[in-house]
């Protein structure tokens, strides 16, 4: 191959093309796709870094005029063949730039310094280096006779200890590694997030149940059936056991596995129950870490010291060369769809890495999302239940309390007299209590206190969002309104949006239970490194009788002694103004519950809500997903939401808000102007934030029960874009099938 398409100076987003070098003859068997090269740009012949996308003999320009490849980057991260493609699957699956696409699969974003440890050593025999001893003490050379005499007592020393013990200058090192009489070995140091000496080995085995699903999994990727396995298990049911066990078939065929977890904060306890089962071969990456940590995590992957890697989305796109299993844990999170372009989601990103190397997929969750339960439905993925905890053990009783009664009765506190009652019990008993308060995609939504009637869209069927002045907002449609003095149900005064916050919680429980042992975890008591991991220790070790939290509590941790799981405003997130608003409720009421009797004390959960008749809050109190998947689905069809349609949203951002509007106005045209009539055009509306950090936001909505047609518009609007003078000075990012509220 003669020429290299190189993308280049990837901090240059707007150099969203190739351009071709020649390789000199010296990089001609060096050259691969993926390395970082350094080359000349432009007519002052400035050097900039860039990425060898594709080796080529076939030149696309006059070759005389070619400039060459200058050489190879320094410490330059090689980017292998298999990320280069996925990141342009993301560009066209998703909608981005290829730098911002490799950008994201790049495994390390910046250069890091590497940490290397040096010894010296004798390069003589031990006879030769006593004469030449002789000979310096003569000379009275005391610096080489010091290093010498340390070397014929002991093998090695380590560069940095002569340094300060026996005072080894780098002239004296040079000196002596010229004469031939020791060399200096160099060697990587890679920094290890695990602490080893915290986990022990325990026995393992499978339960029937689990072992049958392996066992199929296992013999369906032998048939060459790699469609991704979807694993609905309630909590508490095992599935970490079965991926722990797919994952050892596949190191036993000599490849590699990575598994997602959705929040930093399940990697304390998932990493130690894989610890114990793999030993040195895992490894982490989370966003905690330090740039070198991450950095040496990758490096051990690439070079083989690795074979599991376990972290959120990011996790990914780990340089493995011979992956075997992806699994993705509690797959339903909305943590898994990226909020930044390309706004890729890693379950669809992993099964297509899957495809690319001949790897399977494997999903899991108590709670599956409805668009993958969907598609193990129409036989897209391979649907296994385990519909029983280990050991039989019982299901946590779920009690609903109705709020409105508790207002009737004149009880204004954040507890209900039930949860307060079984709280005073457990805490009696020396049990463990979870209060989760759910926060996720608050909103300000308003809501009657006296009734639980919520102030909803008319056109959209989502809750209007409380906003400065006392106007109610669509986040999709862009519909407006006031809100009411009274209710315009039931006529009462106690409407108005719902506020809550764990800190209060905290306080209230304090004052409630003085006797008690409070933690608190949300954002601000985890922002610090290891936070996550102190907060969840001490909980563990009953260091702690309540722990108050947000919904980072209630994902897949294991707590034997939680006998009690009190759901303080399950509203908070059914009436968030976005469609999967109902979905997100059961999933999280589900998890919550799935917390209590953990152990071999049976666990009761009680769930607090103004909306006790809702068909999310029925059936989580019922654990019964099937009952709620039909009633989802129902209102999906009915308002052409996915997965029974699919959704892209167009997300415009710009510092001047007159010019935005315009140009939210232009695009509506464009698109209604190019659009096939089985698409439908939503909006512009403002989003959840209108503004932020001084950049103004608008959304415009396309839906369509083909994504192909969707795609097509999208790479349609991507060639127009340019030509449009307004529009083409706007940061436009499009959202296809949006998880989180903009």
């Known amino acids: 191959m003669k020429f290299a398409n190189i993308i280049v100076d990837i901090s240059l987003e707007k150099l969203d093309r190739t351009f071709q070098y020649r390789i000199p003859e010296e990089l001609q068997d060096i050259l691969k796709e993926g390395m970082q090269v350094r080359v000349p740009f432009g007519n002052?012949?400035?050097?900039?870094?860039?990425?060898?996308?594709?080796?080529?003999?076939?030149?696309?320009?006059?070759?005389?005029?070619?400039?060459?490849?200058?050489?190879?980057?320094?410490?330059?991260?090689?980017?292998?063949?298999?990320?280069?493609?996925?990141?342009?699957?993301?560009?066209?699956?998703?909608?981005?730039?290829?730098?911002?696409?490799?950008?994201?699969?790049?495994?390390?974003?910046?250069?890091?310094?590497?940490?290397?440890?040096?010894?010296?050593?004798?390069?003589?025999?031990?006879?030769?280096?006593?004469?030449?001893?002789?000979?310096?003490?003569?000379?009275?050379?005391?610096?080489?006779?010091?290093?010498?005499?340390?070397?014929?007592?002991?093998?090695?020393?380590?560069?940095?200890?002569?340094?300060?013990?026996?005072?080894?200058?780098?002239?004296?090192?040079?000196?002596?590694?010229?004469?031939?009489?020791?060399?200096?070995?160099?060697?990587?140091?890679?920094?290890?997030?695990?602490?080893?000496s915290e986990v022990q080995a325990h026995p393992f085995a499978l339960y029937p149940a689990q072992q049958a699903i392996v066992d199929d999994v296992a013999a369906r990727a032998a048939a060459g059936d790699l469609r991704p396995s979807l694993i609905h298990g309630v909590t508490g049911s095992g599935k970490t056991e079965v991926y722990m066990e797919l994952i050892a078939s596949v190191l036993e065929q000599g490849k590699e596995a990575i598994v997602l977890i959705p929040e930093i904060a399940l990697t304390f306890q998932t990493v130690l129950r894989f610890y114990r089962r793999f030993g040195d071969q895992v490894s982490i990456i989370h966003s905690k870490l330090s740039a070198g940590e991450r950095y040496d995590q990758f490096e051990r992957a690439r070079r083989g010291g690795v074979k599991v890697m376990i972290g959120p989305r990011s996790a990914l796109f780990t340089p493995f060369s011979h992956l075997g299993v992806i699994v993705i844990d509690e797959e339903h999170e909305g943590s898994y769809k990226s909020e930044n372009a390309p706004r890729y989601h890693a379950r669809e990103a992993a099964v297509e890495r899957a495809r690319m190397c001949g790897a399977f997929v494997v999903l899991g969750s108590a709670t599956p999302s409805v668009d993958s339960y969907e598609r193990a439905r129409e036989g897209v993925y391979q649907l296994y239940e385990l519909p029983l905890r280990i050991e039989n053990r019982a299901m946590p009783e779920t009690e609903v309390v109705d709020l409105r009664e508790e207002l009737r009765m004149g009880n204004r506190s954040v507890f209900s007299a039930r949860l307060k009652e079984l709280m005073e019990e457990r805490l009696r008993k020396g049990g463990q209590i979870m209060l989760f308060l759910n926060r996720r995609g608050y909103a300000g939504f308003v809501s009657c206190r006296a009734c639980g009637h919520v102030i909803k869209c008319p056109h959209c069927d989502v809750s209007l969002s409380l906003h400065h002045g006392g106007r109610m907002v669509c986040h999709y449609c862009g519909y407006q309104t006031q809100a009411p003095k009274k209710c315009p149900s039931c006529g009462s005064v106690y409407i108005g949006a719902f506020r809550a916050g764990t800190q209060q919680v905290a306080e209230a429980a304090a004052k409630a239970f003085p006797g008690a042992r409070i933690l608190r975890m949300d954002f601000d008591t985890t922002r610090q490194k290891g936070g996550h991991e102190r907060i969840l220790e001490a909980f563990s070790r009953k260091q702690a009788d309540i722990l108050v939290g947000t919904q980072m509590i209630v994902k897949g941790h294991d707590f034997p002694g939680v006998t009690l799981v009190g759901v303080l405003a399950a509203d908070l997130s059914l009436y968030a103004g976005d469609y999967r608003a109902a979905e997100r409720t059961f999933q999280l009421l589900v998890q919550a519950a799935g917390r209590a009797g953990r152990g071999d004390t049976p666990g009761v959960a009680v769930i607090q809500t103004y909306s006790p008749d809702h068909y999310s809050i029925e059936t989580a109190a019922a654990q019964d997903y099937q009952a709620f998947f039909e009633k989802e689905m129902a209102f999906r069809r009915m308002m052409n939401y996915p997965p029974a349609a699919h959704l892209m949203a167009l997300y415009l951002m710009s510092e001047d808000e007159e010019a935005l509007n315009r140009g939210a106005e232009r695009l509506k045209v464009l698109a209604a102007a190019h659009t096939r009539k089985e698409i439908v055009l939503i909006g512009p509306s403002d989003p959840g934030l209108s503004k932020l950090k001084d950049i103004y936001r608008k959304v415009l909505y396309l839906k369509c029960t083909e994504i192909a047609y969707l795609t097509e518009w999208k790479e349609w609007l991507e060639a127009e874009l340019p030509k449009e003078k307004l529009l083409s000075t706007f940061n436009i990012q499009f959202d296809m099938d949006p998880v989180n509220p903009f």
């Open 44 to 196: 002052g012949g400035r050097i900039l870094t860039g990425y060898v996308l594709e080796l080529t003999d076939n030149c696309e320009w006059d070759e005389g005029k070619l400039k060459p490849i200058l050489g190879l980057a320094e410490k330059g991260i090689r980017l292998e063949g298999q990320l280069i493609a996925l990141a342009a699957w993301m560009r066209r699956t998703y909608g981005s730039t290829m730098n911002q696409a490799l950008k994201t699969v790049l495994p390390v974003k910046k250069s890091v310094q590497e940490k290397i440890s040096r010894e010296v050593r004798l390069a003589v025999p031990r006879e030769e280096a006593e004469a030449v001893l002789a000979e310096m003490e003569r000379k009275h050379q005391t610096a080489r006779v010091r290093i010498l005499k340390a070397l014929l007592e002991q093998a090695s020393l380590d560069y940095a200890e002569a340094q300060k013990a026996l005072g080894l200058t780098a002239a004296t090192a040079r000196k002596l590694t010229e004469l031939g009489l020791i060399r200096i070995e160099s060697d990587t140091i890679f920094r290890n997030p695990i602490r080893p």
